[in-house]
């Protein structure tokens, strides 16, 4: 929708939007990941771009992996390079506790609570869009699963439907992958999350774990995983010889409409691009009636 004017194709703005991003992998004194991986340097980047986009989402989701080690001062130093972000884009922000998070030092050295071993898990209401964090850690391993007191409480909540609907945001995505090595570190007895699915007014899921953008449904549900900021995963490569590389970083822009959510992957790098769309060009699109627009823009040359 163009400010005091008309609005453009079938569908009306969306209700809600979300930034969505993933395993930032940060670790204490910014030391590099594995000697060749700047996480703080790449997060940074990121969060330029988040800011780049001129939007005021309505909140910032980060699905895991937070940290690498699970050190207090990489927690601690994560806080400081996102939470001023959040406060001039004026939207809170979820953490997704991961498989290479700690619970008690994520839950004090980032949310301010005690440090327990207890799952890391939220609501949050979005003008009507109901948020819920869930955390499929297992902890002192890397493959993912849920405590039957966790599901219980999923249940409980989900037996009231929210305005907008549901959005669930945890770590390890309810889906296949074609990559071996996450095959084995997937997440667990999917099933019982299924049946708690069924008939809930969750409308999509946010997830992150594979350091590649990837999509799908679970139960019925769309599935968006976003990549990672801190390296990714070269897919142009043979399964069983896919690695790391530092290139590819992205986050999701996900807009919730009335009839549907879309997950749009927003890439993270430097380069030309043209300048033939612009506020200027909107502006005058928008002042065209919707007959005059599509003669002006949609008919080809010399037809």
């Not at 309505?58 to 400081?80: I, W």
């Not at 922000?93 to 998070?101: K, L, P, Y």
């Not at 009507?128 to 297992?138: E, F, K, S, Y």
């Not at 449904?217 to 390296?231: D, L, R």
């Amino acid at each position: 929708m163009v400010p005091g004017s008309v609005q453009f194709g079938q569908y009306a703005p969306a209700r809600r939007t979300i930034v969505h991003l993933s395993d930032t992998h940060l670790l204490a004194g910014d030391v590099q990941l594995g000697g060749r991986y700047d996480t703080a340097a790449n997060l940074r980047r990121t969060l330029e771009s988040v800011e780049d986009l001129g939007i005021r989402p309505d909140a910032l989701v980060f699905t895991g992996d937070l940290t690498d080690l699970g050190e207090p001062d990489a927690y601690s130093s994560l806080r400081a390079a996102v939470e001023p972000v959040a406060e001039r884009l004026g939207a809170p922000i979820v953490w997704v506790a991961g498989n290479h998070d700690e619970r008690p030092a994520l839950r004090r050295d980032l949310l301010g609570l005690d440090a327990t071993e207890e799952p890391v898990t939220g609501v949050w209401d979005l003008g009507g869009l109901r948020m819920i964090a869930l955390d499929t850690t297992v902890p002192g391993w890397h493959h993912g699963d849920f405590d039957a007191g966790q599901l219980l409480w999923l249940r409980g909540i989900l037996a009231t439907p929210a305005p907008l609907g549901t959005i669930l945001a945890m770590h390890h995505p309810p889906l296949p992958s074609h990559l071996p090595l996450f095959d084995i570190l997937e997440l667990r007895d999917q099933g019982r999350l299924a049946e708690i699915l069924a008939g809930s007014d969750v409308r999509a899921i946010l997830a992150g774990h594979l350091h590649y953008s990837t999509s799908g449904t679970f139960a019925g549900i769309p599935v968006s995983v976003s990549a990672a900021t801190c390296y990714t995963m070269d897919l142009a490569r043979p399964p069983a010889e896919v690695n790391g590389m530092d290139a590819g970083q992205s986050f999701h822009l996900v807009h919730v409409y009335d009839g549907t959510v879309t997950s749009s992957v927003v890439p993270v790098v430097d380069a030309a691009t043209g300048d033939y769309f612009s506020a200027a060009w909107v502006a005058r699109m928008a002042a065209l009636s919707p007959t005059e627009r599509l003669e002006a823009f949609s008919r080809k040359p010399g037809r």
